[in-house]
Each structure stands twice: as structure tokens, then as C-alpha cells.
């Protein structure tokens, strides 16, 4: 597509309910971020995929966070047993180059996610 | 570990007044550094990005910035703002040669009035 798609554009989880996220980088984009977004704050770095490849997930919170690309497209952000602490808007970008910013990145509109 | 820093949470100008956002940088080596923009129920988008070379730097919708490394500083200006400016201002670094994650500052809320 045009742009990165992220679905939902909300979600309302109940605390210890699981949730899963999906991002739909720009066809061919190589490199894909996951960040986090509180509520007045900037976005802070989750984890990075390379294709299928995850190289840095050193951002993920806790082992409840859980990150795939297993065919090097579409990636899925998993949250196990969600938590009021987790909610966040959560954000998708994808580059076309590997390792380096040259051509920036392409942001989606991220995915609110309250915990009730 | 890098962090950014900008000091102005929440700037209120009037049309045609000058802009000026700071970003400061803490990082041991050489960085590439980011102005993006977020406007109201929008995605983040590059205003514009600094590798190397020339310091000052002309983005998007006339707004430029300056890196001067000894100040560890990259501040967003613009001459004259418009209403169409208001948005949330996000300045972020990277070191060099990575695998390019992001650092971003807080934001800065601009509110531009007519």
C-alpha cells in the first residue's frame, strides 16, 4: 500500500486479557520498528526487524511483550496478560534500507491501546 | 545509552511570529538527528534529518535546523509560523552505523493563533 497500515486503530483490553497488534509495512520496506507512545511522552523503541530477522528487541518492557515478522511483511506485536502500565499508542515504521536512515522512516497512525 | 531533550513542552505563538524549539543530545559519539511532526490525528512525519555535512539544514514547509556539536544542540526555526503549524514536535537522534533505532525527545506542543 501507500503507507504503513496499522490495525486496530484502538483497542480496549481488559487487564490480563492478551492482545495482538498488526503493522503492514510499504511493500518491499526491509527494516520495521515497533515503538511505544505514552500519553505525553515521545516514542520509545521496542524492537527492530531486518526481513524475518528480529535484530534488537532490547526495548520490549518484559517477556509479556512478544514480537514476529515470520515472513519478512507483516509484523504482529503480542502482549500477554496486559496491564494498565501498557497503555500506549503503539507505533509501526518501516524503511526500505537496511541499517541506515537514509531514506527515513514511514510511520503508521499506531495503535491506541487502553487497559481497563 | 543516548537521550534527548526538549525543553519546550507546550509553545504558544501567533501567526507570522518566529519559531524556535530547542533539542539537546546526549551521546559520546556521532549521531544522525531527526525533526519530526505529528499533527492532530495524524502519523509522524520527517520534517527533516541531519548525517553530515552542511550543519544547517532546510526541511519541509520552510523549517530548517542547525547542529552545532558543541552544544550537543539541533534547534528547529522557522521565520514565520502559520496556523496550519500546529502540531506536536518531536526531535530524535541516532548514533551513526547502527541498525537505526530512534531516540526521541518528549515533544513540543506548538499552538499557532490566528
Not at chain 2, 1 to 12: E, G, L, T
Amino acid at each position: 500500500g501507500a503507507g504503513v497500515s496499522q490495525s486496530p486503530r484502538y483497542k480496549v483490553a481488559k487487564r490480563g486479557q492478551d492482545v495482538a497488534l498488526r503493522c503492514d509495512p510499504i511493500s518491499g520496506h526491509v527494516s520495521l520498528f515497533w515503538y511505544q507512545q505514552a500519553l505525553g511522552q515521545g516514542p520509545e523503541f521496542l524492537t527492530y526487524f531486518q526481513n524475518e530477522a528480529q535484530l534488537d528487541k532490547s526495548g520490549l518492557p518484559s517477556d509479556r511483550f512478544f514480537a514476529e515478522r515470520p515472513e519478512g511483511s507483516v509484523s504482529t506485536l503480542k502482549i500477554q496478560r496486559t496491564q494498565q502500565e501498557d497503555s500506549a499508542v503503539y507505533l509501526c515504521a518501516s524503511s526500505l534500507a537496511q541499517g541506515s536512515l537514509n531514506y527515513g522512516y514511514t510511520f503508521g497512525s499506531g495503535t491506541r491501546l487502553t487497559v481497563v | 545509552a543516548q537521550s534527548v531533550s526538549q525543553h519546550n513542552h507546550h509553545v504558544i505563538l501567533s501567526e507570522a511570529a518566529s519559531l524556535e524549539l530547542g533539542c539537546n543530545y546526549s551521546y559520546g559519539g556521532t549521531v544522525n538527528l531527526f525533526w519530526y511532526v505529528q499533527y492532530p490525528g495524524q502519523h509522524l512525519q520527517l520534517l527533516l534529518k541531519y548525517f553530515s555535512g552542511d550543519p544547517l539544514v532546510k526541511g519541509i514547509k520552510g523549517f530548517e535546523a542547525e547542529f552545532i556539536k558543541s552544544k550537543f544542540s539541533f534547534n528547529l526555526r522557522k521565520p514565520s509560523v502559520q496556523w496550519s503549524d500546529t502540531a506536536e514536535y518531536f526531535c530524535a537522534v541516532s548514533p551513526t552505523g547502527t541498525a537505526s533505532k530512534l531516540t526521541f525527545g518528549t515533544g513540543t506542543r506548538l499552538q499557532v493563533t490566528l
